[in-house]
């Protein structure tokens, strides 16, 4: 069999077996994105052909790199068939591709009846997440990413549910570089929820306008950003807001109707806390806090980040 032959045998066949795998979902645990960095081996290759030209161990090189050409050639449809039209759509994923919005209710007429309070737990990294609109079901997502999964599990004790949801990013712990994904979450406005956020390297849009929370916790870090949306019927009569952020951006626009206290640490680098007068030591609060029916309490650390609050 001639090089060419062969080579062009070897690409169709790598080809071929990597459509099929990925028809019955089998390479959902590849990174593709990873992958197109070994496109330098072709070039290696190449040049180990060029120097053993004429000997019988070309007809091995032909063949690996047939399967390394064939596997970028795979690995290319598989990042940019969902941002280019004209190209093939593969879905390596089973979950991006059978169900890629989910409900999740507590009863089986798809409307939360009898759940008065809720946890919310949202664990990712490398994103674009959004919090807003609501839903009969207990809570509604669409998301979209390339490789992984989101990981979502509801659990009730003592009458209050609780809702984790978190990218698993686990499952590639040798990927170099990573394709952002997105969510956009919606929940039932009838419970109270204790609303728990934790990201990395991403930005977060919630408008809590259409729901009442009780607790709001945010961990941000790595250059995250966030911008929270609170208006005078979010909150049951308190607010609390417990901050840890580390390295990023936190925009908090409240309705002037509410009373605010900012309790924070002495790492505080960058304040811009419009209608707040300094108290003491850390303590910022509107003049009329005490007078208002409902107050934000907004406690903890922001280390070498910016905190904004605007009042609308």
């Given amino acids: 069999m001639r090089h060419r032959y062969l080579g062009a045998f070897t690409i169709l066949l790598t080809v071929g077996l990597l459509f099929l795998l990925s028809n019955f979902y089998l390479l959902s645990w590849m990174n593709f994105a990873t992958t197109l960095l070994f496109w330098p081996i072709i070039l290696i290759l190449i040049g180990l052909y060029i120097l053993f030209k004429g000997r019988k161990i070309t007809y091995i090189i032909t063949a690996i790199n047939g399967f390394f050409v064939g596997l970028v050639l795979f690995s290319l449809l598989v990042v940019y068939s969902k941002s280019l039209p004209f190209l093939p759509k593969i879905n390596v994923d089973k979950q991006s591709k059978v169900n890629p919005s989910i409900n999740f209710t507590s009863s089986k007429d798809n409307v939360v009846k009898d759940i008065d309070r809720a946890n919310l737990v949202f664990k990712a990294e490398k ?8 839903t009969n079901a207990l809570t509604e997502y669409d998301t979209k990413t390339t490789f992984g999964e989101y990981i979502y599990t509801q659990s009730e004790k003592n009458g209050i549910v609780t809702v984790d949801i978190r990218f698993d990013s686990e499952r590639f712990p040798w990927k170099i570089i990573s394709e952002k994904n997105s969510l956009d979450l919606k929940l039932n406005p009838k419970p109270k929820w204790n609303i728990d956020f934790d990201i ?68 505080l680098s960058q304040t811009d806390l419009v209608g707040l007068t300094k108290l003491d030591n850390n303590i910022y609060e509107t003049e009329d806090f005490e007078q208002k ?11 070498l980040s910016t905190l904004k609050l605007v009042r609308s």
């Fill in 293 to 303: 029916a409902k107050k934000i309490y907004i406690e903890g650390k922001i280390n």
């Fill in 200 to 267: 990395s390297s991403s930005t977060l849009d919630a408008d809590l306008g259409y729901y009442i929370v009780k607790n709001l916790q945010l961990r941000l870090v790595r250059a995250s950003s966030a911008t929270i949306n609170i208006e005078h019927g979010t909150i049951d009569n308190d607010l609390k807001i417990n901050l840890d952020v580390s390295t990023s951006r936190m925009y908090i626009k409240v309705d002037k109707d509410i009373g605010i206290r900012v309790t924070v640490d002495s790492i």
């Fill in 127 to 134: 994103g674009d997440f959004y919090l807003r609109g609501t």
